[in-house]
């Protein structure tokens, strides 16, 4: 299979410094404190200032650089590729600072809304609950539920308005036309923007060059198949030229979109025939974890991405009737067909 072409393989940003990508683009890499330990942001140049794209988690540290870079980079709108907190973190607290609009699809922002709010089934005991169905032990429920809604304070402020961004939209940014392409799968509605002027793909975190974005079920839809549409979204990227500039959230700037895609499929079909191989006897998503993730999983946060990933996994392959789901006394569990 050929390889990806890392275009800036022996330089990196300072954290929470600028390099720029060409005249115009600039990648800002910020801090994040989880095993993850980075977040991809990028400015586009238009007009006297910088169009920003993600903000950062919300955390101290990442306000401080925003103070310095702030007294050299004039911010005219921030535009955020998806809900989750290393993205859309600062928002609110930019718009405060800055009075800029923030430009979003709407699924992204009604999902951050009921994250933040724990309304319905986005509260945290609905994760729970989902989980424990799932098999999920009391030791490791009880760390989560202690956890409470790390969402909210990842991201405590959210603009009150937002400027809506649809599917296949095209947006002029200091005078180059950058189309929307909304994914699904890994958020609600996600937003990557394309320029085909200039080949630049920002992928947020629908393609990443060297880790698998992630594909949670989640407890507001728990029967949904993210991973069907997770693999049928990214086959749009498959359209673009192969000589475009990838910009991801996390990890290098990269060239080999379908490289990347057919690296990603094999991924994800590996994981497949691994889960039915395991399931010859009935086992719960919890126990195939072990199966799925060759790393222990004892991290409460990562517990979560794996359950819910695992889960993505199975009724992917139920609704292929490839497995088939039993419950008893409230725990369900997956049987290879
Ligand atoms: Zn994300």
């Known amino acids: 299979m050929p390889e990806l072409h890392y275009p800036f393989e022996r330089t990196l940003p300072e954290s929470g410094d600028t390099l720029e990508i060409m005249p115009g683009i600039k990648w800002l890499r910020m801090p994040l404190p989880f095993a993850l330990n980075h977040v991809n942001l990028w400015m586009i140049a238009e007009g006297d200032g910088w169009c920003q794209i993600d903000t950062g988690l919300t955390w101290d540290a990442i306000k401080d ?3 310095k870079l702030l007294k050299t980079h004039k911010l005219t709108r921030q535009i955020v590729t998806h809900y989750h907190p290393d993205h859309i973190g600062l928002a609110g607290w930019l718009e405060q600072q800055l009075g800029i609009e923030l430009w979003m699809t709407q699924g992204e922002y009604l999902g951050a809304q009921a994250f933040a709010d724990g309304s319905g089934n986005f509260h945290v005991d609905a994760m729970i609950e989902m ?6 032990d009391w030791k490791r429920l009880d760390a989560l539920k202690l956890r409470g809604n790390v969402y909210r304070a990842g991201f405590p402020v959210i603009p009150s308005t937002y400027h809506r961004l649809f599917d296949n ?8 036309a950058w189309r929307v ?3 699904y799968g890994h958020a609600m509605e996600h937003a990557s923007l394309y320029c085909e002027s200039l080949g630049i793909l920002i992928s947020g975190d629908m393609l990443l060059p060297s880790i698998s974005t992630n594909i949670p079920v989640i407890a507001a839809n728990p029967r949904g198949n993210p991973l069907k549409h997770f693999l049928d979204s990214i086959q749009r990227y498959r359209e673009l030229p192969q000589n475009t500039l ?7 700037p990269f060239v080999g979109i379908n490289t990347r895609i057919d690296q990603l499929e094999a991924h994800h079909q590996n994981r497949c025939d691994v889960l039915l191989a395991a399931a010859a006897e009935p086992r719960t998503a919890s126990e195939l974890l072990p199966f799925l993730f060759d790393r222990d999983i004892t991290d409460t946060h990562q517990s979560m991405f794996a359950m819910s990933e695992a889960i993505a996994h199975l009724n992917y392959l139920e609704e292929q ?12 569990r997956f049987c290879a067909m």
């Open 65 to 67: 650089i925003w103070l």
């Open 181 to 183: 392409i909304a994914g």
């Open 169 to 176: 939209q095209v947006i002029d940014i200091g005078g180059n």
């Open 131 to 136: 989980f424990r169905y799932h098999g999920m």
């Open 246 to 252: 990838v910009l991801p959230s996390h990890g290098r």
């Open 321 to 332: 009737k490839r497995l088939k789901r039993v419950e008893e006394n409230g725990i369900a």
